[in-house]
């Protein structure tokens, strides 16, 4: 079974700063694809970005790239130049390549300050 | 804006009645897949759809049920609601499998 860990329940960033959330992983699958959503009060689920598990290099959106190490099952997400629109629940998901189905964190509550 | 849309938007239901949530997905959007999400929690996997059959369950009983029609749209139905059930619930639908897109949500309370 596929399991996802978010250890960090909160956390908050001055804006214009950095901040990296930390997400690992447990699966036994040697291809599947690893995301982080962002869900704001509106509760709606926006994909920020998504690494695919045979890809060595580490996807970048903008503001937003991740450290992806197979090896140890580590995900994390740095943030740069933090807004306050940034502030939302931030969620790791790692999706099954066999079943299209979707396993979540608990979530980081991310907060960016002014 | 991901061209999928879910109704109702909220809803309050008494315990024992039942409920039938809706979702509207992209033309071409042939795997759909609802999730729960309990306030102050990550989603979870309840099941998923592909060209109109059940394509994969999560740990839900079998009161927790769906259909999907061949316009891209689909149902969740909840018998026998019980407070537990008080939640968000997300359609999410894709038609490559990687690419997934959700609704809004539809806020479900059991009183």
């Known amino acids: 079974a596929q399991t996802v860990t978010q250890s960090q329940p909160e956390m908050s960033v001055q804006e214009a700063e950095t901040v990296t959330l930390s997400c690992t992983y447990d699966?036994?699958?040697?291809?599947?694809?690893l995301f982080w959503y962002k869900q704001p009060p509106s509760r709606q689920m926006i994909l920020v970005i998504r690494q695919e598990a045979y890809k060595q290099q580490n996807a970048t959106e903008n503001r937003f790239s991740v450290n992806f190490q197979k090896a140890a099952k580590s995900f994390s997400l740095k943030i740069s130049d933090s807004q306050l629109g940034d502030t939302a629940m931030y969620f790791c998901a790692q999706l099954q390549t066999s079943g299209s189905r979707l396993t979540f964190g608990e979530g980081t509550q991310l907060t960016v300050n002014p | 804006e991901t061209g999928v849309t879910q109704s109702p938007t909220h809803l309050i239901k008494t315990r024992g009645q039942q409920v039938t949530l809706r979702c509207s997905s992209q033309s071409g959007h042939n795997t759909v897949s609802w999730y729960q999400q309990a306030l102050g929690q990550g989603p979870q996997f309840i099941f998923q759809y592909y060209r109109e059959e059940e394509n994969g369950r999560g740990n839900f009983p079998p009161r927790f049920s769906g259909l999907q029609f061949p316009n891209y749209s689909s149902e969740l139905n909840v018998n026998a609601l019980e407070l537990d059930d008080s939640a968000l619930y997300l359609c999410?639908?894709?038609?490559?499998?990687?690419?997934?897109?959700f609704g809004e949500g539809s806020w479900l309370t059991v009183v």
């Open positions: 999410a639908s894709s038609y490559s499998g990687n690419t997934i897109y």
């Open positions: 699966t036994s699958e040697s291809n599947y694809y």
